[in-house]
């Protein structure tokens, strides 16, 4: 079992940068490939950025790569989203996830994931 906790996220001006953080439970945070997806009102849960066990892979969404950057602490339970360069169309609740996905198809894809944060907002202005 895996409870995470998130914090971060806000409102912010194009151009900023924001850095998600997500706090994870369990001694078994380290077997978990992580991820971050986004929601806006209406819209189905979209990937962002994920990143396996170990921290040796990560994968991104084309709308966010080059931008966005996912790390992970193993020992602090912590894994992170750095947002640079942010537009308005970033403006989305972000939710960040665990599961035991361990390809591209599998990790950028919400149904590989079990446990799941209970989200922060985030508002970019123009």
């Known amino acids: 079992q895996v409870q995470l906790v998130q914090s971060g996220g806000g409102l912010v001006q194009a151009g900023d940068s924001l850095r998600l953080s997500c706090a994870a439970s369990?001694?078994?945070?380290?077997?978990?490939?992580m991820g971050w997806f986004r929601q806006a009102p209406g819209k189905e849960r979209e990937f962002a950025a994920a990143i396996n066990w170990s921290g040796g892979r990560t994968y991104y969404s084309d709308s966010v790569k080059g931008r966005f950057s996912i790390t992970r602490d193993n020992a602090k339970n912590m894994v992170y989203l750095q947002m640079n360069s942010l537009k308005p169309e970033d403006t989305d609740v972000y939710y960040c996830?665990?599961?035991?996905?361990?390809?591209?198809?599998?990790?950028?894809?919400?149904?590989?994931?079990?446990?799941w944060g209970q989200g922060t907002q985030v508002t970019v202005s123009s």
């Open positions: 369990g001694r078994t945070f380290r077997n978990y490939a």
């Open positions: 996830a665990a599961g035991a996905a361990n390809t591209y198809a599998s990790m950028s894809s919400r149904d590989e994931y079990n446990y």
